[in-house]
């Protein structure tokens, strides 16, 4: 069984950091995709960013130039930096994981229980 445990949340003013984190634990083998997704009150769960066995990424439009997924292989730890950080970036964030990158939450089968970002303006 995967757990995906996220870290890092918080608030902070417009403009601003932070850094998220996602530790995985449990057997997740060599060939897999992670991804972080976002989903404010009222709203879908959106995708934010993935990053593949290859470490080649995708980014939504709306953070692209301001947001870096990044992995940690030996500590299976996925990251995002989050920089320019505006009011509409708030919302809780999950970590996520399956053997492909897939496009909506429905291609996922891991989660992270989520992680608050609040930017006051």
């Known amino acids: 069984q995967v757990q995906l445990v996220e870290s890092g949340g918080g608030s902070v003013q417009a403009g601003g950091s932070l850094r998220l984190s996602c530790a995985a634990f449990?057997?997740?083998?060599?060939?897999?995709?992670m991804a972080w997704f976002r989903q404010s009150p009222g709203k879908e769960r959106e995708g934010v960013a993935s990053?593949?066995?290859?470490?080649?990424?995708s980014y939504a439009d709306s953070v692209k130039g301001r947001f870096t997924i990044s992995k940690d292989n030996a500590k299976n730890t996925l990251y995002l930096q989050m920089n320019g950080l505006k009011p509409e970036d708030t919302a809780i964030y999950y970590c996520?994981?399956?053997?492909?990158?897939?496009?909506?939450?429905?291609?996922?089968?891991?989660w992270g229980q989520g992680t608050q970002v609040t930017v006051s303006s």
């Open positions: 996520a994981l399956d053997f492909f990158c897939g496009i909506g939450m429905n291609d996922y089968n891991y």
């Open positions: 990053i593949d066995t290859d470490g080649s990424t």
């Open positions: 449990g057997y997740i083998g060599s060939s897999y995709c």
